[in-house]
């Protein structure tokens, strides 16, 4: 293909390819002082066999956030999954064929009554899943503390049915981070609140190899991984708004984006209108208690930079409204019906999910077209 | 199949049947004292020709939110299709594509720029296209006001070429009204002004036949329909809880509900973890600024009862946190992990949007499973 992106039916997801390789470079980079350090992406952003197969050209393990993903990833030659989710009864039969099928997989939970359920499950027979005890260490969802009696009783029950793989900790409030400081500080919260869990469990006797940590803030801003036998990221492919307002790269850095026509004005107010709503940019605000909020997302032209302050303002169904984030005034004839932009999105895994492929290019010129997986 | 809705994988979009007829039976029943009054449902939020065929069993006009709805709609016997975004110069090839294939297809434009921009398409030849002038009647986003000059350079541009078909108007501010008064205001709004904008391009001796006004607030609640030819609503199908907050039906009525399976509890602070995050949900928070803020969605039983209190207050992708809508103490023990639950969603049309197909129940019982289309 050498298609022009004006060529492309609008709304469309586009991914800069040179920006997505750069991204994984980068993280490659950071973790390149910790050899023995497994590096798991996570495909929950992409949903991309041709993503996944550019972060790891040579294969390796993968975690996903749906079962779908799980089988999907498994039928395109990636073995070794992590579901990330914590699992519930209902879901042990689907995993269990997966691993019938040859897949390593690899499971999470968080309580006793679920650690004797899966025991219960791989007594009567089946194939062995590996499963890991999920870690709160900051206060952000599910998990139990590092210091909490329980962790021990789920791991009693896991390493009598010799399921016991380790711990896992994924510090999702290092999303509210706002300084260097408070990068370094979650990161270390990850790494310290995860290796005290693995120590308690392996000081009762069981042996629980495995140490995963990670966030896109915390595994690029690692100092230290001692104790850490591997690191689990997502959105640092793609980057977007939240992760530049959380200071983990530049808007210059996000490799995903909508292109959009211009469909009309409203010259009174100063509005640019195009046709990617919501459907195209997902209902994702997340920049919206930030320092710098992002509306729906950063305006920018056909090669990818920034206009200005414009940024989408509101979104309809099929709608978006374009204007100045402080309101000023605009020479719309700049803008005219038929011409199209790119809006850099708030949330890379919120945004890619509305769409059903990728629109590959290098500046303006279409390389390929990605398909992404959806639904569970 | 006689499957029961505990046979099903989680997270799954429920469609009650019961529900959903109900719900197309009361818009039959408000719009039957004007019969000469054409209805024009919008496919945009249900997306599925299974719940076409239930809203217009003998056929009928439709409105679509994509051009990909309106070749999936027309592919499936619906032939009066009104494409209810504003056209682009870009789109007009694919439009005369399916006008072609023997669709009567309507479009909407707001500007003289795109009036010319289609009659000189039009005017290269290919099959008619019939044009609607969209009308602003409350600020809400597009159109042109009923007494702008613009209205008839506009008019004077279509009626040239043959193409002008009338007036629409969409009183999107409508989801603001709080009382029946504003429910009755803003449908009178809507007919008033599109009507004084149709007089205007009548009285310069342009035909206009068509009136089109319409959301599901106003449809629901208008007195009076004097002048008008043509209601259009979408989200009246299924309801949702911001229709609930408008005042417009009870959580009750609301036909959509996302299954969920508890994954987990995090006792200390009252939560119940889930597997319906937003991916399942979507992002919408569209009763945030309401007098009752329903979080991600109001959490109901299995036969699809509200219990307590319970709200779905936080989401990340595939994890939500339920809890007590002031924080009250659970019993979590009412909800133990492998258990399910019943969500109503904020906003029928984007939390439909996340999900591929309807399982479609009468209480508990599965009856079908209707696929719904995505993308442009």
Redesign the interface.
Known sequence: MSEHLSQV????LILDLDRLDRNLARMGAQLAPWPKVAFRPHM?TAKCVDVARRALPQGGPIMV??LHEAEYFFGHGFDDILYG???????LP?IARLAGRGAKITVI???V??AE?LCGFLAAGGPPITVLIEI?TDGH??GVRPDAPELLEIGAVLSGAGALGGVLTHA?ESYQARSLEDLHAYAELERSGAVQAAERLRSAGWAAPVVSVGSTPTALFAQDLTGVTEVRAGVFMFQDLVMAGVGVCSPNDIALSVLT??????ASRNWI?T?AG???M????GTERQAVDQGYGLVCDMAGAPIGDLIMVSA????G?IADRAGAGLDLSAF???SRLRILPNHA??TG????AYTVVRGEEILDRWTRE???
């Open positions: 039916e609008t709304p469309s929950k956030s749906t989710v914590g699992v519930s009864p209902d879901k689907r939970l968080d309580s009554a679920m359920a709160d969802r599910s999702g026509t211009v469909i009309g004005h409203q209108i046709d919501w459907m195209a997902s209902r994702d605000r309809n169904q099929e709608h409204v005219p019906i038929g895994c919120a999910a509305q769409h059903g959806r639904g569970w």
